[in-house]
Every structure is written in structure tokens, then in C-alpha cells.
């Protein structure tokens, strides 16, 4: 078991990516079997298409953001007082979150607009 740690810690974005992969994975998992599914959506299963999909969010987007925007703010605000954590919670607020909010609407927007010109 050392020897697993060991190997963590010595590759953090690794660790990241597969963390983030089945942290998503497993909340859809989650998601799905506490909600539960209409019986004439699927037959009652889990939809492992949409699972996989919101692991690929996890994998492609949220663990590489994540990783690079936290190193990014200890580089800028060293140390773990309170002044360098307070520091670091308002501009990742400010920045990080706003831009996340802009590019997702961005994304939804154009989806809805591609989804538009295809119905006739």
C-alpha cells in the first residue's frame, strides 16, 4: 500500500485526473440510482452512456482546470494562513468562478443554437 502512495505522490496530475474522473463517474452513479429512472425511459438500468459522458467532463475539463488554477494560486499567494487563504478563496471566486459561469454559458448557448438549426 506504501508503494500506491508513494506513486501518488510522486505523479499529483495523475492523481488528479483520476481522481476527478471517479469523482464524477461515481456521483453520476450516485445521481442516477437515488433519482431513479422512468420506466419507459430506459428499462430501469443505469445509462452508462451519460455516465461516461459526465466522466469525460471530469477527465478532460475539471481535473486540468482544477490542477493548474490551484497551483497558479499558490504560486501567486503562497502559504496556508488566513490571510493567504482568504486570499486565494476571493480570486478564485472572482475570477475562476466568473469564468467557468461565461464558458459554460457560452457552451449551453451555442448547443441550443446548433440544436435550433438542426430541428426543422
Known sequence: MSRVWAVFRA???ITN?????TLFASADL?????????PEDTD???????????ATVGFCFHANFNYHWLRGLERM????????????VVLDQLIAFKGF????????T???MEKMQLCP
Open 11 to 13: 505523479h499529483p496530475y
Open 101 to 108: 459561469i461565461n464558458l459554460i454559458s457560452n457552451i449551453m
Open 17 to 21: 485526473v483520476l481522481g476527478y474522473t
Open 77 to 88: 499567494i503562497p502559504g496556508g494562513g488566513v490571510k493567504a487563504v482568504m486570499g486565494k
Open 44 to 54: 430501469g438500468c443505469i445509462d452508462w452512456k451519460q455516465t461516461a459522458r459526465v
Open 30 to 38: 450516485i445521481q442516477q440510482s437515488m433519482l431513479g429512472r422512468k
Open 110 to 112: 451555442l448547443y441550443s
